[in-house]
T-cell receptor
């Protein structure tokens, strides 16, 4: 399967703990996006990478959130000092620079903060 | 100006019927409008997408109708099947910059057998 993969699929943590999620995009895709989806809502944009450069961050991305994409391949999203409000599905998507805007989504990481 | 408004929130259709979901936007800089289908526990999957230079696009049982002057677009699912039961999201993105999506709030479709 050459689609977008995310790990872990589920994460349960206690409030105040740090968590890190990984996204492996489709191999030839230069663009990588992180979105957050809460129950009953559409995904909301968090941040965007073009190759290894993080070019945009949403206001939703507080200082407790950090994302990286070393060498322009996989990406990680870290949440420090988790809060119950961070409970959501975290989705990663990738697309190619030559694409018409189509983004391919991974299965997501479901975070539950107790 | 960044919002995409989607309706209805939920929809029940008989098998073989037509499902219609509507979206409206305000930002005229948007120029790519995809529809995504999402099953529980899965990531969204692209169904069909349209650009404003055409008023309609059809792929199999799925059709997007686009009204540029009204800033509205809709998804029509013909001959709806129980396997179509899922949540559908419209989205919009600008044709420059990051191409990030602004999603609607979703429509939960249930097709009765």
């Amino acid at each position: 399967d050459t689609g977008v993969s995310q790990d872990p699929r589920h994460k349960i943590t206690k409030r105040g703990q740090n968590v890190t999620f990984r996204c492996d995009p489709i191999s030839e895709h230069n663009r990588l996006y992180w979105y957050r989806q809460t129950l009953g809502q559409g995904p909301e944009f968090l941040t965007y990478f073009q190759n290894e450069a993080q070019l945009e961050k949403s206001r939703l991305l507080s200082d407790r959130f950090s994302a990286e994409r070393p060498k322009g391949s996989f990406s990680t999203l870290e949440i420090q000092r988790t809060e119950q409000g961070d409970s959501a599905m975290y989705l990663c998507a990738s697309s190619s620079l030559a694409g018409a805007g189509e983004q391919f989504f991974g299965p997501g990481t479901r975070l539950t903060v107790l | 100006q960044q919002q995409v408004k989607q309706s209805p929130q939920s929809l029940i259709v008989q098998k073989g019927g037509i499902s219609i979901i509507n979206c409206a936007y305000e930002n005229t800089a948007f120029d790519y409008f995809p529809w995504y289908q999402q099953f529980p526990g899965k990531g969204p999957a692209l169904l069909i997408a349209i650009r404003p230079d055409v008023s309609e696009k059809k792929e199999g049982r799925f059709t997007i109708s686009f009204n540029k002057s009204a800033k509205q677009f809709s998804l029509h699912i013909m001959d709806s099947q129980p396997g179509d039961s899922a949540t559908y999201f419209c989205a919009a993105s600008k044709g420059s910059g990051t191409y990030k999506y602004i999603f609607g709030t979703g429509t939960r479709l249930k097709v009765l057998a």
